[in-house]
């Protein structure tokens, strides 16, 4: 096999292992999907064991005009207070990307609805970190075949 050939199929090689990474991201319904975004449910509890990471979606599902969601900072989630002009999102289904790793605040602002538990505290992890010592569900490293392929290939 001629050197651009060996190249050629290293890179398509590489250009198909690298497909799994990009399905990490997920859709994570705030709650479950029996519970969903309400007052009562303890969202920390529901949260604790779960990884979030930077790409995934979170989707508060709840009836449209009875809550609300509002991205807050540590005091604001602590006191359930929304600072003034914050931006509520209020479709019933209302899709947040996290696109940053950290710490993530939301609340309902509607009436007393945050003071009796309708509030979520993350921790967003950057994909790197979570590909390389995470125990989430996830298709098997891609790495370890590209190095064997690569190696394979590029062997005269």
Same mark, same amino acid.
């Given at each position: 096999?001629?050197?651009?050939?060996?190249? #050629?199929?290293?890179?398509?090689?590489?250009?198909?292992?690298?497909?799994?990474?990009?399905?990490?991201?997920?859709?994570?319904?705030?709650?479950?999907? =029996?519970?969903?975004?309400?007052?009562?449910?303890?969202?920390?509890?529901?949260?604790?064991?779960?990884?979030?990471?930077?790409?995934?979606?979170?989707?508060?599902?709840?009836?449209?005009?009875?809550?609300?969601?509002?991205?807050?900072?540590?005091?604001?989630?602590?006191?359930?207070?929304?600072?003034?002009?914050?931006? =509520?999102?209020?479709?019933?289904?209302?899709?947040?990307?996290?696109?940053?790793?950290?710490?993530?605040?939301?609340?309902?602002?509607?009436?007393?609805?945050?003071?009796?538990?309708?509030? #979520?505290?993350?921790?967003?992890?950057? #994909?790197?970190?979570?590909?390389?010592?995470?125990?989430?569900?996830? *298709?098997?490293?891609?790495?370890? *075949?590209?190095?064997?392929?690569?190696?394979? #290939?590029?062997?005269?």
């Amino acid at each position: 096999m001629a050197p651009w050939q060996r190249l #050629l199929a290293a890179l398509a090689v590489a250009a198909v292992a690298t497909l799994p990474v990009l399905s990490l991201a997920a859709d994570i319904i705030v709650g479950g999907s =029996a519970d969903g975004w309400r007052p009562g449910v303890n969202y920390t509890e529901w949260a604790e064991g779960m990884e979030f990471i930077v790409g995934d979606r979170l989707i508060f599902s709840y009836p449209a005009g009875l809550h609300n969601v509002i991205a807050v900072d540590h005091e604001a989630f602590h006191s359930c207070s929304a600072p003034a002009g914050a931006h =509520a999102l209020d479709s019933g289904h209302d899709a947040v990307s996290l696109n940053s790793s950290g710490r993530k605040w939301y609340v309902c602002g509607k009436a007393d609805h945050c003071s009796n538990g309708q509030k #979520l505290l993350i921790d967003v992890m950057p #994909l790197v970190t979570v590909y390389s010592t995470s125990t989430r569900t996830r *298709p098997p490293s891609a790495f370890t *075949p590209l190095l064997s392929a690569l190696l394979l #290939l590029l062997m005269p």
